[in-house]
């Protein structure tokens, strides 16, 4: 049985790698298979121990702890398994991964293999209106953590086409549907008030639309996008990219900045993915 609980502390990467010392034991390493609905199963080398044995699932920088706990049964190899079915919620964010034996201090697990080739051009149903993601990834520390999202509904950012005078993308909307009244709106992110609208060509979940750079070069800074499916009586949604095994897209999917004149000079504008892998466009004055 899954079980969600939570405690006051539990220790960063970084303090748990100084309490290891030269003659601490390896720690347990996790192999993860994903599958397109959104589970993963770990299996894990034998922490150790006599008691019981768990995956514990740490929400970093949660407080109080937000923890969930998986059982871990013995598996092929003498290793041990456990597995986070789609039906089971994590809150958005980085969830580092530990293998905890009753009456023993959690240890941090360390990657093996991931096998994540369903995530790659995952289309989930989205007909329960909502889309679970968890990416398992190496954190800098070397440790094993999950990155997770769930939207409700969920507008998946794909083919960006970039021209000179600017952006159009394509995309696709879980969870809702695409109305008469459907738009994209870019917000400026130090000055909300400020918005920019553009039109969506919708056919069935998929939708295309178009922004100008020109609209946006005054307002210098990150514009956030928004798809309001219904218009202004529907929900809005964050445009993001999320249905693939790239756990942070911001250094891996990057895009070419065009330049243009605006009142305030030369600036150069372009899209570009933020750190929880959500669609904006960058404008900032044009260097040289």
Known sequence: MTAVSTRDTLGTDEARAAGQGP????????????????????????????????????????????????????AADGRLRAALPSSVELAEGRWNAYAEVDGEEPRRLVPGLNDLRSLVDRVPSGSRGHVFVRIPYVTKQGNLSVRAWTRAPHAEAGELDIAADGLTAHGRVYGTELGSRARVEAVFRT??????????????????????????????????LWLLPDGDEGPRVRLARLLDDVA?????????????????????????YTADNDLSVMVRQASG
Do not use: M, N
């Open 191 to 224: 000055g909300p008030e400020r918005v920019v609208r553009a039109d969506v060509t919708a056919r069935g979940p998929e939708f295309t639309f178009r922004l100008p750079y020109a609209d946006l070069a005054d307002g210098h800074g990150p514009w956030d």
């Open 23 to 74: 003659d601490q034991p390896q720690p347990p390493r996790a192999d993860c298979i994903a599958d397109s609905a959104g589970g993963l199963t770990f299996d894990i080398t034998d922490p150790g121990g006599e008691g019981a044995a768990h995956l514990l699932l740490h929400l970093r920088d949660s407080e109080p702890a937000v923890e969930v706990r998986l059982p871990l049964t013995p």
């Open 248 to 272: 942070d897209k911001k250094p891996i999917f990057t895009y070419p900045v065009t330049a243009l004149t605006a009142g305030t000079g030369r600036v150069e504008a372009g899209p570009y």
